[in-house]
């Protein structure tokens, strides 16, 4: 070999070993802590804890960890396995972290306890999941995650025995039963979703963090390093999640927690946070996060309140961005383990207000139109929904949408449904929670979309005096539709006005459908729904005459539908939805003198015309504002 090839030799082999920070090499075995902190950055780590809001944060933490250290492992329960290995892992995290922090033998002894509660359950594998999983699922990465950091993390506190009783408990019934489902295909191995970050994630945390103590954890962590690349390309640029912020919030924590760990160890996050959609991920629960604090709840998700977890700190220290920062910061309900490693001190500044006003995340057909982020008692906020509904979680619910004003949410989304047996079965789209019928869309002769097709938001723009967008939705109902093209205009940053163009191969019956969980009102020009401190008035403008009904839904909700009196091939449904404080002036509305729109006259006495064109096929709108604005 010669000396150019010798010296680009040792280069490669330096740039493998180098992290963003610096360089690192592998450790040997039995150097401990290495997950997120390695022996030699101890110092430094607990160091930095006494500074600026760190102590406050460690604080609460220990506050936490003090509440376990009397509680006995719980018994697993054969119903929630799931869930009780889950809460498992939030024990060890907390009382390992507290360990790592302090030094005190109390959070080690406790957490040491609780790893080895794990060895109580019969399986490692829901029991929900057995028939498919081939061995490892969620559960089993839930247990290696909690063993593999509980493991590194309080490792001097340990007697050899220990130690060796936890190896071989993650080995045998946490990395062997994962190889082996891989080796078998398991189905999860290399889908794009939370099932592949959360177990292969996991998983390999577990293998991480007794790399060169046992030759399983070797091979779990190549296969795991191989296989998280498909959820990690299923992330387009824009950073959007087509399951939801629920399974977005679950996922992202176990695949970034991983990337994170696994710099640490081996010197290389294998290029996660070098991939633009990377970059880009925490926006995308930041302006799906409405105006009243919480989720918009598109799919099943069943988040109570906003994402608000670790993860956004670590990728506001990763990218420089205070937004991250200030979501964790500004939804949290306390401090969690991991604050402790990733929040940056001091706190960056940053104003929502500097949020976009709207936005559209093509590759997964979300988008969001607002009036004034930072300001929840004065913004109005709406989030639309199109996408692929073979998508793992999606409902049945294309040109759906949610609205909140001044605090109150008035239009909904019913969330994620009761996981009862069935409800991912074939038969899932007939539950209410995940049916056409659940949402803010259309359906036509009773029927619902099709759950094995796809929408588009063919257009997006955002212009000073209006944003608007087109979902396209007619190919989703089979043969029922042809064309279900729906506009949405935000006028002026203070309402909207809705078109959707209907066209059917045959004479059908259309109802159009809101859902609300506020008190309704029927009027003679279409509703008004008042929540807390805002109304909605919805001005029904086509079809002329309508009939008008109201049900209750199984989402706690009501459900307010608007039909033609006849069957018909074609429909144009126009509506203006003009949020207001509940005591607030109403507008008026009516049909618009030049052609397909109407006209909206505002409290102050100004009239707005708002019409729609087609253009190459597509509908567009025409904004006239009048006089002065204001």
């Not at 180098?18 to 290495?34: K, L, M, N, W, Y």
Request: aromatic letters at 10%; glycine letters at 8%.
């Amino acid at each position: 070999m010669g000396n150019l090839e010798f010296l680009i030799l040792l280069l490669a082999v330096a740039l493998r070993c180098c992290t963003r920070d610096g360089c690192a090499s592998t450790p040997a075995a039995g150097e401990h802590p290495r997950l997120l902190v390695r022996k030699d950055g101890l110092a430094a780590f607990r160091e930095r804890l006494t500074r600026g809001a760190l102590p406050r944060v460690l604080a609460d933490v220990r506050s936490q960890a003090d509440q376990l250290l009397n509680i006995p492992a719980k018994p697993p329960s054969a119903s929630r396995a799931l869930s009780s290995a889950r809460q498992v892992e939030r024990r060890v995290i907390l009382l390992a972290a507290a360990y790592l922090a302090t030094a005190d033998k109390r959070y080690a002894n406790a957490a040491y306890e609780q790893m080895m509660g794990l060895g109580d359950f019969d399986s490692w594998v829901d029991p929900v999941h057995v028939a498919a999983a081939k061995g490892a699922d969620l559960m089993t990465a839930s247990a290696c995650l909690s063993i593999g950091l509980g493991y590194d993390w309080t490792y001097d506190a340990l007697t050899d025995q220990q130690r060796e009783r936890l190896r071989n408990m993650l080995v045998t019934r946490g990395l062997i039963p994962y190889i082996n489902a891989v080796e078998q295909s398991a189905w999860w191995a290399r889908a794009y979703h939370n099932w592949n970050a959360v177990t292969n994630g996991g998983c390999a945390i577990g293998a991480l963090a007794i790399l060169g103590e046992d030759p399983a954890a070797e091979k779990a962590l190549s296969l795991a390093r191989s296989n998280i690349v498909y959820f990690w390309n299923a992330l387009a640029a824009d950073g959007g999640w087509n399951e939801g912020l629920a399974y977005w919030q679950y996922a992202m924590e176990h695949a970034l927690l991983f990337a994170a760990c696994l710099r640490n160890v081996v010197g290389t996050d294998d290029g996660v946070f070098s991939r633009p959609g990377v970059r880009q991920t925490g926006y995308f629960p930041i302006l799906f996060t409405a105006s009243d604090g919480n989720s918009v709840a598109f799919c099943d998700d069943g988040l109570s309140g906003a994402p608000s977890i670790p993860i956004f700190y670590l990728l506001a220290s990763e990218f420089n961005d205070p937004a991250f920062a200030w979501q964790r910061r500004n939804f949290a309900k306390g401090a969690e383990a991991l604050d402790l490693f990733w929040m940056p001190e001091p706190q960056p500044d940053f104003d929502p207000a500097s949020l976009p006003k709207a936005q559209l995340f093509h590759s997964i057909g979300w988008a969001m139109m607002r009036k004034g982020p930072g300001q929840p008692d004065q913004d109005i906020y709406l989030a639309f929904k199109s996408g692929d509904l073979q998508t793992n979680h999606s409902h049945a619910d294309l040109n759906s949408f949610v609205l909140v004003a001044f605090g109150d949410r008035l239009l909904i989304d019913p969330g994620a449904g009761a996981y009862v047996p069935g409800y991912f079965s074939p038969k899932r789209y007939q539950f209410y929670h995940a049916s056409t019928r659940g949402h803010n869309t259309l359906l036509v002769n009773g029927q619902g979309q099709d759950s094995t097709t796809k929408g588009e938001i063919a257009e997006f723009e955002s212009t000073p005096e209006y944003d608007w967008l087109l979902g396209r939705a007619g190919s989703c109902y089979g043969d029922a539709l042809e064309v279900f093209d729906r506009v949405v205009v935000f006028v002026d940053h203070k309402y909207f006005v809705l078109m959707d163009d209907v066209r059917a191969p045959t004479d059908s019956e259309f109802r159009w459908l809101l859902h609300t969980r506020a008190q309704v009102a029927g009027t003679d020009w279409g509703a008004t729904i008042t929540g807390q401190r805002a109304a909605l008035d919805v001005h029904v403008i086509s079809p002329l005459p309508f009939s008008f009904d109201t049900q209750q839904g199984e989402a706690k909700d009501t459900i307010l539908a608007v039909s033609p009196p006849l069957k018909s091939g074609s429909q144009k449904f126009i509506a203006v939805l003009y949020p207001r404080l509940r005591d607030g002036a109403q507008a008026t509305a009516s049909p618009s003198p030049s052609g397909v729109g109407v006209t909206v006259r505002l409290p102050s006495g100004r009239s707005d015309e708002i019409t729609f064109v087609q253009r190459g096929g597509e509908w567009q709108p025409r904004v006239k504002l009048g006089g002065q604005r204001g």
